[in-house]
């Protein structure tokens, strides 16, 4: 079987007396405290190192939110709170979240193209900045207001005429669910402002999972240059504005991490000459995965290892039901291999190439084709990396009847 | 927007009063009873309808098991558990919920190639056939069966020389995770049988969702043609052949509903004239979605109403969170619609075309692309049909904090 590449490994992961270590533990010694396999595990110490090199590569002026959806295990978005300036939502649930977590609500935005009526009201009460997504949820929320007594604290989330270049996913460009067409932003903006909201400014989102710096510095500056026209055209100051996100983390073979230094050199020159009508904005990143992915690690142990046909399969107890896209299925045209190891021999030459995959009775099941990794024996643990975001909660827990991977944050 | 085709709507649904029903039922009361949206609906009297099609078309030689996998709902399970003769299960979450819903473990059988130790003891002291994947799987049941002092009950899985032509995914046929290698089964099988193992024959899947009559007909002619052979070759009879499923539903445009009662007259024949070392082998098909995949209906409700770049967008408080393989995003290569309806305007011509798309923030949440349909209103359901299999239990339903669809038997 020829070999097919895996994805890069992030840098900083090292192995002691064999094994994988995550935040100064070995992966046996972390199974083991949980009892069980499969496990994600989130390092406390790459999440600050992330928000450390990326506070060092952004002008002071420009806020972090994160984006709770790319990850909404409770102790990671605990953690995150004392590190970022605000978060984002998308759901009555993800507002739930971070109540039992007695987040500062005046620090929490919602978007999302479908708030229910009484998610719309969640949000009011609870003081959440509403990322308004059409004139027909702004009369709704309008309204909600007026019956519960409520000012509203309304954004407007603004489908832009531009895209970010080769992001994984493109968010704005063309028509879209997502936000309002620019150009009919300023007749709403002014409705809401003469309607008495808290206006709270613009939400510009571009694209997601971009690798390189320079789509993504032409795509701030034409947020910062779009915004700029808007606030113009509303003749009003923009309390704030979230531009987006889209920073991505290289996941498969050939993929080279961005350039922060490049993002945050230009970014810091942009603010030094922003439009006069941004002169007194608020500016934040919106960043999910860029902040989270890296820190995370999928444990699964090996339980049968077998031969068909001359290829060797090794069968964990894992799979897409708590990894659907490193499955190759979520949003992926063709499939590649995420980064994987065998994490019990993590100093080990490859040995021979096989297949990784889950213990669903499908053939989407795959976590590594055709890998050169080590030789290993059922009992060893095989490492997913990259696995910190939109890993546990955007995967089929449930598919067969297998539920949800543990999770711990150390 | 040139309107692109929707899947063919499963016959025998009906309007009353402009609304699609359900066992009866109006859309509208169905969702005033769960009191939210999205909800599954699953219809007994389809279940019932389905399962007399296939008594009628088959011989009465041929058992018919429940793939639990297809839908876990605990209501369904129940009700199917009067209509089959066996249960297939692929977890020992699948086990769980069948012990607690008092079905008979003589009844059961459990396959998937990445079984726990702690799996295999929980189906050995149940008393469930365990259907093996692999020669090192078999020594653990073996090993496991001794230390609890019960004789365990085996059957192999045979991943077979052949495949199911045409149908949408593939499990047998060249190097497979599933299964043991034809040639290989004979020396397991007598091993199993000298060990002292309640033999309970095999297991032969070949393939699922097909839509051709030939293509199944040809792959039930294969199965047994090499279980006979096999059978032979172990020396042994074969007290049981799970000859697999494969019965695929019509979903997309242009699909043509699985001609029945040609696989039937075929099966008929080939019983009336199988290979002496079956004469007494108990023979069935394992079906899961040909069962229940076309009683269900999904319904979501029409949050937002709006347009962009000159695209009517309806949104819906569902999305793929509830609906993964009918946003493309499970399996599908390229996407298209599934049948989807304006269930309040179920009567109605339709009078545009509109994207219908979920309420999560990501492009790949699309329920309809360029639909035509009725126009439909904020407030108005939706429904997309075939939802009856891998819809519920088979999308990331925490993605984005959403949470699960309710779901109802009718």
């Known amino acids: 079987m020829k070999p097919k590449g895996l994805g890069p490994i992030p840098a900083g992961f090292e192995a002691h007396d064999g094994q994988l270590v995550i935040g100064g533990r070995s992966v046996s010694e972390l199974v083991e405290e949980t009892g069980r396999t499969p496990v994600f595990v989130y390092s406390r110490a790459r999440l600050d190192a992330r928000l450390g ?235 999910g995965r860029y902040l989270v992915g890296e820190a995370g690690v999928y444990l699964t142990r090996i339980v049968d290892r077998k031969e068909s046909h001359g290829v060797t399969y090794l069968v964990t107890d894992g799979g897409l039901h708590h990894q659907l896209a490193a499955s190759g299925n979520f949003g992926a045209v063709v499939r590649r291999n995420y980064p994987v190891a065998i994490a019990t021999r993590f100093d080990e030459e490859p040995g021979e190439v096989a297949n990784v995959v889950g213990c669903l009775c499908t053939p989407l099941d795959r976590l590594a084709d055709a890998a050169e990794l080590p030789r290993a024996e059922v009992g060893d643990l095989v490492a997913v990396f990259c696995a910190g975001a939109y890993g546990a909660s955007a995967s089929p827990a449930n598919f067969l009847g297998h539920g949800p991977a543990a999770e711990m944050l150390v």
Chains 1, 2 share one sequence.
């Open 53 to 287: 090199e990326l506070r060092s590569a952004l002008p002071p002026r420009i806020g972090i939110n994160y984006a709770v959806k790319a990850n909404p295990f409770a102790p990671v978005v605990q953690h995150m709170a004392g590190l970022v300036d605000g978060f984002d939502i998308a759901s009555s649930g993800e507002l739930a979240l971070l109540k039992d977590l007695s987040i500062d609500m005046a620090r929490v935005s919602f978007a999302g193209p479908g708030k229910r009526n009484d998610e719309l009201e969640a949000a009011i009460k609870a003081g959440v900045t509403l990322n308004c997504e059409s004139e027909g949820e702004a009369e709704r929320t309008l309204a909600i207001g007026e019956r519960v007594g409520i000012t509203p604290q309304m954004a407007i989330r603004v489908n832009p005429d531009f895209e970010m270049k080769g992001s994984g996913m493109k968010m704005g460009g063309g028509a879209k669910p997502f936000g309002l067409d620019a150009e009919r932003v300023p007749v709403l903006a002014r409705r809401l402002i003469e309607a008495g909201v808290d206006w709270r400014g613009l939400h510009i989102f571009t694209g997601s999972q971009a690798l390189s710096a320079d789509a993504i510095i032409e795509a701030q500056a034409n947020v910062i240059g779009l915004a700029g026209r808007l606030a113009g055209e509303i003749g009003a100051p923009l309390p704030k504005l979230n531009m987006g996100g889209g920073f991505g983390i290289p996941y498969f073979p050939g993929d080279e991490p961005l350039d922060l230094a490049a993002v945050g050199d230009a970014l810091t020159d942009r603010v030094a000459d922003l439009p006069m009508e941004l002169a007194e904005t608020q500016l934040c990143l919106e960043l």
